[in-house]
């Protein structure tokens, strides 16, 4: 099971913009509304993938607990690439977690540029890089 969650607003559309591209990928997301992260989501998770680096210690300030399996798509992505095959999430964190320093979430590149209240082509942006990360990670995973 996937869900969408973030940190703003809880029961909101998404933006109209966002939903215009994704639309123009073949994706409908007009019924969808957001999800506001909260501490029982985060312990019922397998794995969290963040938008941002600074999504790491959010979470982690929701839920202590939830730091070993909160992982920014980027890195999930970066880590992927040195691994063969298809692996479980427990592999992927257990990789992750090996050398972990926690104030790499706020100094290293492991962000997806945020198109909220930007342009369309931001969004397209944002749209089309979401897509093939997720592809690499989720694609990859058991």
Same mark, same amino acid.
């Given at each position: 099971?996937?869900?969408?969650?973030?940190?703003?607003?809880?029961?909101?559309?998404?933006? @109209?913009?966002?939903?215009?591209?994704?639309? #123009?990928?073949?994706?409908?997301? !007009? %019924?969808? +509304?957001?999800? /506001?992260?909260?501490?029982?989501?985060?312990? @019922?998770?397998?794995?969290?993938?963040?938008? #941002?680096?600074?999504?790491?210690? !959010? %979470?982690? +300030?929701?839920? /202590?607990?939830?730091f070993t399996k909160v992982v920014p798509l980027k890195e999930a992505a970066d880590v992927m690439g040195f691994l063969p095959g298809r692996l479980a999430v427990s592999d992927l964190l257990d990789e992750v977690n090996r050398s972990r320093d926690p104030r790499t979430y706020l100094s290293k590149g492991w962000d997806v540029a945020d198109p909220y209240k930007r342009k369309l082509r931001d969004y397209r942006r944002a749209v089309a890089e979401i897509d093939e990360l997720v592809g690499q990670v989720v694609g990859r995973l058991l």
């Open positions: 099971m996937f869900r969408s969650a973030g940190f703003l607003t809880q029961d909101e559309p998404c933006p @109209a913009l966002l939903l215009r591209a994704l639309r #123009e990928v073949g994706v409908d997301a !007009s %019924a969808h +509304r957001s999800y /506001r992260l909260d501490p029982a989501s985060l312990e @019922a998770a397998d794995i969290v993938l963040t938008m #941002e680096g600074q999504h790491v210690p !959010s %979470a982690t +300030r929701l839920h /202590r607990p939830a």
